[in-house]
């Protein structure tokens, strides 16, 4: 397996733009989440699917943000409008087994002007 | 913020030195984990210690935890340049993992 895919790497974006952000997890993993990595903040856990049921969005910083996850092989995260305190580093994770091993994707770095 | 404590921030030591990072948390857990992020990547796990054990090994990597004092290290032994990377604590408690703000190891060759 190629393991966690997102895409793309680096998005720079005008505010006000959306940006929708995808990610394929590694097939067979019921867990899907998407966290957020600021110099400030660190790494913070935005939202987690199991099963392609969102469980907790409870880290999603406001309405702006969605997730979704259509199949077990396909998980998007949108924001609209963008604003530039969004910039940060997106990554994706999935596992087998909950809050055990996860495995990271190479991360999303955006950039919001 | 929902960041756990670890410290220190950053160490620095010669190659072939032990180097120690510590992670402090506030909460009950389920396991703690430690991970590993090169400069500019994505997160990579490294050990995964239960609640209810006191001491893990996995190869160069040695990991404690004492739930009494809600504290974990990570030993890592003749250590290498190639370990240079900041090193994460990721603690779960109930349904939710809340990462630490990370040590920055710089092995120097």
């Known amino acids: 397996d190629a393991g966690v895919i997102q895409s793309p790497r680096h998005e720079v974006t005008e505010m006000g733009q959306e940006v929708t952000l995808r990610c394929k997890p590694i097939?067979?993993?019921?867990?899907l989440f998407w966290y957020r990595q600021t110099m400030m903040r660190g790494l913070e856990l935005l939202i987690y699917?199991?099963?392609?049921?969102?469980?907790?969005d409870s880290g999603m910083p406001e309405d702006r943000f969605s997730a979704k996850m259509p199949n077990a092989s396909f998980s998007t995260l949108k924001i609209q409008p963008s604003e530039p305190r969004d910039s940060a580093v997106y990554f994706c994770?999935?596992?087998?087994?909950?809050?055990?091993?996860?495995?990271f994707g190479q991360g999303t770095r955006l950039t919001v002007v | 913020s929902q960041q756990g404590e670890e410290d220190p921030q950053a160490l620095s030591i010669q190659e072939g030195e032990n180097a120690t990072m510590n992670c402090s948390y506030k909460t009950s857990i389920n396991n703690l984990q430690w991970y590993r992020q090169n400069s500019g990547r994505g997160l990579v796990h490294l050990i995964l210690i239960r609640s209810n054990e006191r001491e893990k090994h996995s190869g160069r990597l040695r990991v404690t935890l004492d739930t009494s004092k809600k504290s974990s290290s990570l030993l890592i032994t003749a250590s290498r340049a190639a370990d240079t990377a900041s090193y994460f604590c990721?603690?779960?408690?109930?349904?939710?993992?809340?990462f630490g703000a990370g040590t920055r190891l710089f092995v120097k060759a």
């Open positions: 097939s067979g993993h019921d867990y």
């Open positions: 994770a999935s596992s087998l087994e909950g809050f055990t091993e996860a495995f």
């Open positions: 699917f199991n099963n392609n049921v969102p469980i907790d």
């Open positions: 990721a603690y779960t408690g109930g349904f939710k993992t809340i």
